[in-house]
């Protein structure tokens, strides 16, 4: 009984036992968090500064209670969603595209033909890499944010901000972030995958699924963002 009920989860998970599914899978790690590591880490760091020197010179916070607000809103709301935003604009737009170039160039009914299970093969370990990477990334981005506002807020109390940071942090803020980042992940990914699979026989169909995958993951991460504040309040 729950092997038929989790069968639709389970089954594709199982293609990871496999040696070609988990260098997929390790690709997609890769080219989804490793290569916009650096970028999202500048974003970050970038932001911090900005919000707390608005929020100090403008507002007449404190830098504690700046560093305290940008830390609830960074875990909380703003690195989830940057992160997923880049991810959206890197990942998703190429994961529909190579899709679709394999589904007009017939290597989808390829593999099907030669009983290769598409959910295990092509689907799970895209939607896997892209939540863990964008898990990933909306952490470090999180973190950066922190590191940018203590550093650029701080003035001469650097080494006393920095030190400070573990106290103003709460794991109620670091777990929202990496489950608000899987959601967004595991959503935009899932798409990707959706608008990808579903192309024309034409190979001009390949930049609009790409185009589509882009508009559809950025749609589908504000409603998201929309139906988690929802639920929460």
Request: hydrophobic fraction near 55%; charge should be positive.
């Amino acid at each position: 009984m729950l092997r038929r009920l989790f069968s639709p989860v389970l089954d594709p998970l199982s293609g990871l036992r496999h040696a070609p599914a988990r260098r997929v899978l390790l690709k997609q790690i890769y080219f989804t968090g490793n290569e916009a590591a650096l970028l999202v880490l500048l974003v970050g760091f970038a932001l911090g500064g900005i919000v707390v020197a608005m929020l100090h010179g403008q507002y007449g916070q404190s830098q504690e209670a700046a560093l305290r607000l940008l830390a609830s809103l960074g875990f909380k709301e703003i690195s989830p969603l940057l992160a997923a935003i880049i991810l959206v604009a890197r990942s998703s737009s190429a994961v529909a595209s190579e899709l679709a170039t394999m589904q007009v160039h017939g290597e989808i009914r390829s593999l099907y033909r030669m009983g290769i299970p598409l959910g295990g093969y092509l689907i799970m370990p895209r939607v896997l890499g892209m939540t863990v990477a964008c898990v990933g990334l909306s952490f470090y981005l999180a973190v950066a944010a922190q590191l940018g506002g203590a550093l650029l807020g701080a003035g001469a109390d650097v080494t006393y901000q920095v030190s400070e940071l573990d106290r103003m942090l709460t794991l109620e803020q670091v777990l929202t972030c990496m489950a608000k980042a899987a959601l967004f992940g595991m959503g935009t990914s899932l798409l990707a995958c959706h608008v990808g699979l579903r192309v024309g026989p034409y190979v001009t169909d390949i930049p609009k699924a790409s185009s589509r995958a882009v508009v559809r993951g950025l749609s589908a991460i504000f409603v998201l963002d929309f139906m988690w504040s929802l639920w929460l309040s």
